[in-house]
């Protein structure tokens, strides 16, 4: 009893919290086709931060449409308020954010998430089917085109192992998936979603070799065609990308392709010789 109370005393405060982020009066009708992204000095800070730095100050970075960068940096060095930043769960204080010349905030926030997929670090399934639960990424998905997704995205060899296949049910009360099945099924719900764009939160739990390569190759088929960051803590999930950024204390400190990096000595060297020692020794 004592529990519920306290659990819905917490939910109640969230339900009546003003929301963060309110859609434009006369939104623009939605103009994203190709998701070429750009950052124009934009300035952030969390509102509760008790710092008080802003995070990014003056940020400027631009990515040209169909290009993959990897996102690395050290804990708290501001990768995933980047993302958040471009699908606006929060409104930056000065500055721009871009996507094919349209202003984010100038679009409602529903055409501005339809095109950006989005797989979080954790990603939430619902207490539902698998196969819906896949589907979430467009209702009109037929059966054989959910199980393409799953089948592109790694996630068909153990869905098929669950006891009842496609129909069994995940989420809080069901079948308990791990971290790295639950991000498979995240990625097949992202396939399904026409969206130019494309935002990735590498797991940070540690994954076995077997199941790294799974994501690395589900992503692969993902990114054809995309857009797309990837925030990354392994290296090696984005060594063959086109380009690299360095995220350190809310500023790019390097940005260039893997080898670029490597040959400036600088901290994604140190990195990747730290790591490749650890669990690259495939190659
Ligand atoms: N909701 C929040 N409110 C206040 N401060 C926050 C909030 N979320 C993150 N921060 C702070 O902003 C900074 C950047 O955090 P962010 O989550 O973007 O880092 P990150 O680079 O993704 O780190 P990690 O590699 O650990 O995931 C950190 O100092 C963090 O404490
Ligand atoms: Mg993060």
């Known amino acids: 009893m004592e529990e519920a109370l306290a659990d819905s005393a917490e939910m109640s405060e969230v339900i009546t919290r003003p929301p963060l982020v309110t859609d434009s009066m006369s939104p623009e009708p939605l103009k994203i086709k190709k998701g070429a992204i ?27 449409h169909g290009q993959k960068v990897g996102l690395v940096g050290p804990s708290g060095g501001g990768k995933t308020t ?27 926030q529903d055409d501005l998430r ?34 393409q997704a799953a089948t592109l995205a790694h996630a ?13 049910l995940v989420g ?21 979603k026409k969206a130019p ?32 960051i990837v925030i990354a803590h392994r290296l090696s999930t984005i060594r063959k990308l086109d380009r690299i950024l360095v995220l350190k204390d809310g500023k790019i400190s390097e940005d260039g392709s893997h080898e670029d990096l490597l040959a400036q000595k600088g901290m994604y060297s140190e990195l990747w010789n730290h790591q490749s020692g650890e669990f690259l020794t495939e190659d």
């Open 114 to 147: 339809s095109s950006v997929a989005y797989v979080p670090q954790e990603p939430l399934l619902f207490h539902r089917s698998i196969k819906e639960n896949i589907a979430y990424g467009d209702l009109t998905a037929t059966q054989e085109e959910i199980i």
């Open 38 to 64: 750009t950052f124009n000095d934009v300035t952030f800070r969390y509102e509760d931060s008790n710092q008080d730095e802003q995070l990014f100050k003056e940020l400027s970075l631009k990515i040209p």
């Open 172 to 192: 809080e009360r069901g079948v308990k998936l791990s971290g790295g099945e639950k991000q498979r099924v995240a990625i097949a719900r992202a396939m399904l």
């Open 82 to 108: 980047l993302t958040k930043l471009l699908l606006r769960f929060m409104d930056i204080q000065s500055g721009t954010i871009l996507i094919d010349q349209q202003n984010i905030a100038a679009i409602t």
């Open 156 to 168: 068909h060899e153990f869905i098929e192992k669950l006891p009842q296949g496609y129909d069994t």
């Open 197 to 228: 764009v494309l935002v990735l939160d590498e797991a940070t739990s540690a994954l076995d070799s077997k199941s790294e390569k799974a994501i690395v190759s589900a992503l692969d088929n993902l990114m054809k065609g995309r857009t797309t």
